[in-house]
């Protein structure tokens, strides 16, 4: 957490000196309300799709081969327009920035960094003195952002890499306006790899000092084209697991296809309009942490017939009930969901149901897996097969090197506990 502290601080010392800067030519240059305002919107509502340009960034670098083709036409056609872009050896440099690579792969997992890294380059677009050059920016302004975020960190290792990729997502944007603007969006090119130099150099320092530290597990992961990335449900990216895949829906206990509770359209009622049935969650209390922990009910009318320590059709968030078989994995989890999941094993150590969004995964030791859902929120669920093969216990959640373990007496939890000292005693 001090690192990210430590990054915001840079961000924000970095900002406000290109703010001092930038706030005189404001007061001169005028720029409309509906400009400005469209440009805001065009930012901020391309925040959600940007994150599927992290396997594009990551692709680009470790099997550039599929890509260079394409790239190479924009830089060509971005050429008529702009000077200094060039293609650049990604393979060369993956090899020749090995340790650099490896971090870098880890920070495209580190979703705090990139919320931090997005929101100062979508800070920083803002208070640009565009003027004029505001048009433009509004009709691209989500493949601008993707543009600047992802050449940042790609300048990190190729160097080149970074414009060539900015110039590659706005090739349109520059044959458009290049005719109507001329000698203006060479100064909106300028302007744009000014802030990506900037990004970038505030990236580099963050990776020289922490990135040994935030992303050791992640980066131990080896790198080459021959391996497969993958950008799982949760936004995570995985690289160099295989992995057995299954699509099956999560069902309710009538056997019929579900979602998680949150992902139920209720249209304002507690009754899900997937299957009709009723549904009520409620949250008992929250753990103080770094990252909270919550522990709480929930109830639905198709699992009326079906028993637990709250009564009939509850569970409550410890109360997952998973079997083995020969192949998979059958999960009830503490919303009387069922999914299914392929059983991963050493050879085969990951596995994943799209469909329903689950994964598992063999976890350190031999009969441990972690598993995750939708309905997880986020967490992981660490799971210990029991001698008698068939059944599986909760052993503790885990997110964010966050890890809350499970104290049972007989089938019963009776304590939750964290590595920090905080405790709840179950009765």
Same mark, same amino acid.
């Given at each position: 957490?001090?690192?990210?502290?430590?990054?915001?601080r840079? /961000?924000?010392?970095?900002?406000a000196a290109?703010?001092?800067?930038?706030?005189p030519?404001?007061?001169l240059?005028?720029?409309t309300?509906?400009l400005?305002?469209? *440009?805001?919107e065009?930012l901020f509502?391309?925040? &959600?799709?940007?994150?599927?340009?992290?396997?594009?960034a990551?692709?680009?670098?470790?099997?550039?081969?599929?890509y260079l083709r394409?790239?190479?036409?924009?830089?060509?056609?971005?050429?008529?327009w702009?000077?200094?872009?060039s293609?650049?050896?990604?393979?060369?440099?993956?090899?020749?920035?090995k340790?650099r690579a490896r971090?870098?792969?880890?920070?495209? =997992?580190?979703?705090?960094?990139?919320?931090?890294l997005?929101r100062?380059t979508?800070? #920083?677009?803002?208070?640009?003195p565009?003027?004029?050059?505001?048009?433009?920016?509004?009709?691209?302004?989500g493949?601008i952002?993707?543009?600047?975020?992802?050449?940042?960190?790609?300048t990190?290792v190729?160097?080149?890499?970074?414009?060539?990729?900015?110039?590659?997502?706005?090739?349109r944007?520059?044959?458009?306006?290049?005719?109507?603007?001329?000698q203006?969006?060479r100064?909106?090119?300028?302007?744009?790899?000014?802030?990506?130099?900037?990004?970038?150099?505030?990236?580099?320092? *963050?990776?020289e000092k922490?990135?040994?530290i935030?992303?050791?597990? /992640?980066?131990?992961?080896r790198?080459?084209?021959?391996?497969e990335?993958?950008?799982?449900?949760?936004?995570?990216t995985?690289?160099g697991l295989?992995?057995r895949?299954?699509?099956?829906?999560a069902?309710?206990?009538?056997?019929?296809? &579900?979602?998680?509770?949150?992902?139920?359209?209720?249209d304002?009622?507690?009754?899900?309009?997937?299957n009709?049935?009723?549904?009520?969650a409620?949250t008992?209390?929250?753990?103080?942490?770094?990252?909270? *922990?919550?522990?709480?009910? /929930?109830?639905r009318?198709?699992?009326?017939?079906?028993?637990?320590?709250?009564g009939?059709?509850?569970r409550?968030?410890?109360?997952?009930?998973? &079997? *083995?078989t020969?192949?998979h994995?059958?999960?009830?989890?503490h919303?009387?969901?069922?999914?299914?999941l392929p059983?991963?094993?050493?050879? &085969?150590?990951?596995?994943?149901?799209?469909?329903?969004?689950?994964?598992?995964w063999?976890?350190?030791?031999? =009969?441990? $897996?972690?598993?995750?859902?939708p309905?997880?929120?986020g967490?992981l669920?660490?799971?210990?097969?029991?001698?008698?093969?068939?059944?599986?216990?909760?052993?503790?959640?885990?997110r964010?090197? #966050?890890r809350? /373990?499970?104290?049972?007496e007989?089938?019963?939890?009776?304590?939750? $506990?964290?590595?920090a000292?905080?405790?709840?005693?179950?009765r």
């Amino acid at each position: 957490l001090a690192a990210y502290d430590e990054l915001s601080r840079q /961000q924000y010392a970095a900002l406000a000196a290109r703010w001092d800067e930038y706030r005189p030519q404001w007061t001169l240059n005028a720029i409309t309300a509906s400009l400005s305002e469209a *440009f805001s919107e065009g930012l901020f509502s391309s925040l &959600t799709g940007l994150w599927s340009d992290i396997k594009l960034a990551w692709n680009i670098i470790s099997d550039p081969e599929p890509y260079l083709r394409k790239m190479g036409d924009a830089l060509t056609q971005a050429g008529e327009w702009v000077s200094g872009l060039s293609l650049p050896d990604f393979s060369g440099a993956l090899e020749a920035n090995k340790e650099r690579a490896r971090q870098l792969m880890a920070l495209f =997992n580190d979703e705090a960094a990139l919320y931090l890294l997005t929101r100062a380059t979508l800070l #920083r677009l803002r208070m640009y003195p565009w003027g004029q050059l505001l048009t433009p920016l509004a009709e691209f302004a989500g493949e601008i952002l993707s543009g600047l975020v992802f050449g940042a960190l790609l300048t990190l290792v190729t160097g080149p890499g970074g414009p060539a990729f900015l110039a590659y997502k706005v090739v349109r944007m520059l044959t458009r306006y290049g005719p109507r603007l001329g000698q203006s969006v060479r100064r909106l090119w300028h302007a744009l790899t000014d802030i990506m130099a900037d990004m970038a150099g505030i990236m580099s320092g *963050f990776l020289e000092k922490h990135g040994a530290i935030n992303h050791q597990r /992640q980066a131990n992961a080896r790198l080459g084209p021959d391996h497969e990335t993958d950008l799982g449900t949760s936004r995570h990216t995985e690289i160099g697991l295989k992995t057995r895949e299954e699509s099956a829906p999560a069902t309710d206990p009538n056997g019929k296809p &579900t979602k998680n509770t949150d992902a139920c359209d209720t249209d304002g009622c507690p009754v899900s309009l997937i299957n009709g049935e009723e549904l009520l969650a409620l949250t008992d209390f929250t753990l103080p942490d770094a990252v909270p *922990f919550s522990v709480g009910r /929930q109830y639905r009318t198709t699992a009326v017939e079906e028993a637990s320590t709250l009564g009939f059709g509850w569970r409550h968030t410890l109360d997952h009930h998973i &079997t *083995f078989t020969e192949g998979h994995i059958l999960w009830r989890d503490h919303e009387n969901v069922t999914l299914r999941l392929p059983l991963p094993d050493r050879a &085969t150590p990951a596995s994943r149901n799209p469909l329903a969004g689950a994964r598992a995964w063999c976890d350190k030791e031999d =009969n441990t $897996f972690v598993l995750s859902a939708p309905s997880l929120k986020g967490w992981l669920m660490h799971v210990v097969r029991e001698p008698d093969g068939t059944r599986g216990r909760v052993s503790g959640f885990s997110r964010q090197r #966050r890890r809350w /373990q499970i104290e049972y007496e007989g089938a019963l939890p009776v304590r939750l $506990f964290n590595t920090a000292g905080l405790a709840l005693h179950l009765r």
